[in-house]
């Protein structure tokens, strides 16, 4: 994932952070309670860093739009249980089916026990965008006339890139 500190800065010169600090009693074995809290602070930093202002967001597209990545089984366990679960005794679990969840395999070292939270909601900005490094051209042409037909074997060749932008779209939770 891209760039995640607390001194971005808003388009107005206001400084934000897309790290939420967690207490976990065990940063490797969040609860499903644990797990619940960070992801409604990571939500309430996702949309206090928002640049779509001069919009309506309704909440149910956030939910919606939610994609969060975690890194290790303890971690997925508990936000699977979090994702799927229909209660958890009395208290009805609001986050049923609110996410989309990814697991990275091939965390770096120190994240294995950080979040990251993804507000990807339809038609809205992203923490990455493709660019065009060369445009497609083409590689190789049968000039020769050589093999004399109606085919003539080409290939086509392009460079495409991804670049961090928009860092209001995630957030990384740490959990301590």
């Given at each position: 994932m891209g760039d995640f500190d607390d001194a971005h800065q808003h388009p107005d010169g206001t400084l934000?952070?897309?790290?939420?600090?967690?207490?976990?009693?065990?940063?490797?074995?969040?609860?499903?309670?644990?797990?619940?809290?960070?992801?409604?602070?990571?939500?309430?930093?996702?949309?206090?860093?928002?640049?779509?202002?001069?919009?309506?967001?309704?909440?149910?597209?956030?939910?919606?739009?939610?994609?969060?990545?975690?890194?290790?089984?303890?971690?997925?366990?508990?936000?699977?249980?979090?994702?799927?679960?229909?209660?958890?005794?009395?208290?009805?679990?609001?986050?049923q089916n609110a996410f989309e969840l990814v697991r990275d395999f091939k965390p770096k070292v120190g994240t294995e026990n950080t979040v990251d939270v993804v507000l990807a909601t339809p038609n809205g900005p992203r923490p990455a965008i493709f660019v065009v490094s060369r445009e497609p051209q083409g590689l190789k042409f049968d000039q020769s006339k050589e093999f004399a037909s109606r085919y003539i074997p080409f290939g086509m060749d392009a460079m495409y890139g991804v670049t961090p932008a928009f860092w209001q779209t995630a957030v990384r939770v740490l959990p301590t």
């Open positions: 934000a952070s897309n790290l939420v600090n967690v207490i976990r009693a065990d940063p490797a074995t969040p609860d499903v309670i644990e797990v619940r809290e960070e992801l409604s602070a990571a939500v309430d930093r996702l949309m206090a860093n928002s640049i779509l202002r001069d919009e309506l967001v309704r909440s149910d597209e956030v939910r919606k739009g939610l994609v969060v990545f975690v890194r290790s089984q303890k971690v997925w366990s508990a936000y699977e249980k979090l994702r799927t679960e229909k209660s958890f005794g009395a208290d009805p679990n609001l986050w």
